[in-house]
């Protein structure tokens, strides 16, 4: 594995600066042109762990920060205590996790987790006190492997579906359900605590299911498949609650905003558009073609979209897509506020404490880059608060003036 640096910190406004790329070796005993594919990478929520699906078979299991001339200043986890250890010992090692399969989704459980020490009972008894960090991933046979992070232990392999697990979510809550969405057209439900019972399983979708995202609140679960639309469940009832139309083209990524009121979507028509999850109302849509060039004979499928993800603070988005442009989007704003040049992108995600993005390409390399750092406005923070506890239809009975609805709705794009 190599790592290449790049320049250092970026505010808002400023173009995205690359910081840092990871290329996998080139392993002797496979062709090196298949099967290399980067479609995953995500981070721990507390920011000290860096998971890369690298292609063959093999995920890396990465303690962030990297290695420290490849990170500005200020964006080190403070859970990290390496500094304090100059020679290493008892700070996390990098792991090489060897599935089997070709992986395509990775998951990581919320952090801490006291629930799965019940997991981790099952191959070390003795460690009955100890609290894991869990890594799901998602295979191209159909299983599901559950991993213990800091060992590399493999804790359990879930069996069920049929097809290529394309995306894996945990819910926030920290009680240890994982959602799974597949080539088999369905979404499954999983439940940790009771050694990876399947308690559900979702039907609706005619296409492969792409992607699945759970709302921060724990209260809907969106999935995107091969389809013009998107379902929304709920995840107290595992039912379907509405269907979203609007697209053009098949939909392959979605996201809900840190507060769960605002759901994103992005399809391979070019566009990504912003939902109001609770009415089903279309607020917003980002154009990554314009109208005039849809006239002519531009390569729509040159922009098709691959991936999008709200920050952690909720005001940026973050798109890939095959037009070789990493876009990062205000929340206000419909057109980019910056670009960043990248070949076959197919995966992003942002750090869990903000100011850098990753992402992943075709080619098995990941990149990291510089994103806006801001401070949340008080009118922000204060409207984020309230979302992460009240619908659309609450704030909508609310006995206050009609822009502040406006505002706390987030209709005043």
């Not at 009972?121 to 799901?136: E, G, K, N, T």
């Not at 013009?228 to 979203?244: A, D, E, F, H, Q």
């Not at 979605?254 to 979507?265: E, K, M, N, Q, R």
Request: hydrophobic letters at 40%.
């Amino acid at each position: 594995m190599e790592a290449r640096p790049g320049a250092g910190g970026a505010e808002a406004g400023e173009v995205p600066l690359l910081l840092a790329e990871l290329k996998p070796g080139r392993p002797h005993q496979f062709d090196w042109k298949s099967s290399c594919e980067t479609w995953s990478v995500a981070f721990s929520p507390d920011g000290s762990w860096f998971a890369w699906s690298q292609g063959h078979c093999i995920v890396k299991l990465i303690p962030w920060p990297l290695e420290e001339q490849f990170i500005p200043r200020g964006f080190e986890p403070k859970s990290r205590s390496s500094k304090t250890d100059p020679k290493g010992r008892g700070s996390p090692k990098e792991k090489t996790l060897d599935c089997g399969q070709i992986v395509w989704a990775l998951a990581f459980s919320p952090w801490p987790s006291p629930p799965s020490r019940k997991l981790w009972a099952r191959v070390c008894p003795q460690a009955l006190d100890f609290s894991c960090l869990i890594l799901a991933t998602g295979l191209n046979d159909g299983q599901i492997k559950i991993w213990e992070v800091q060992t590399g232990r493999l804790l359990l392999n879930l069996s069920g579906h049929q097809d290529v697990v394309r995306d894996l979510s945990f819910t926030p809550s920290g009680n240890l359900i994982l959602v799974s969405a597949s080539r088999d057209k369905t979404l499954r439900i999983w439940d940790l605590n009771k050694d990876g019972k399947q308690i559900q399983v979702l039907s609706g979708h005619l296409q492969w299911v792409y992607c699945c995202s759970i709302s921060p609140d724990c209260s809907m679960l969106c999935s995107a498949a091969g389809e013009k639309s998107v379902l929304l469940w709920s995840m107290r009832s595992y039912t379907l609650i509405r269907k979203l139309e609007g697209h053009q083209s098949s939909v392959v990524s979605c996201d809900f905003s840190p507060d769960s009121a605002l759901l994103v979507t992005a399809s391979y028509d070019t566009s990504v558009i912003m939902w109001d999850p609770y009415t089903g109302e279309k607020l917003r849509t980002l154009q990554h073609v314009l109208d005039s060039q849809l006239d002519y004979t531009h390569d729509v499928h040159a922009s098709s979209l691959r991936s999008v993800r709200f920050s952690p603070e909720g005001l940026y988005l973050a798109t890939v897509a095959d037009d070789r442009l990493l876009r990062i989007w205000a929340l206000e704003l419909r057109t980019p506020v910056a670009f960043a040049p990248m070949t076959n992108g197919l995966c992003c995600t942002f750090f869990p404490h903000g100011g850098i993005i990753a992402t992943g390409t075709r080619d098995g390399h990941v990149q990291f880059w510089t994103a806006p750092r801001v401070l949340s406005s008080l009118k922000h923070l204060c409207r984020k608060a309230l979302r992460s506890f009240l619908t659309t239809y609450q704030v909508l009975a609310l006995p206050i003036p009609k822009k502040m609805k406006e505002f706390l709705t987030y209709r005043t794009f």
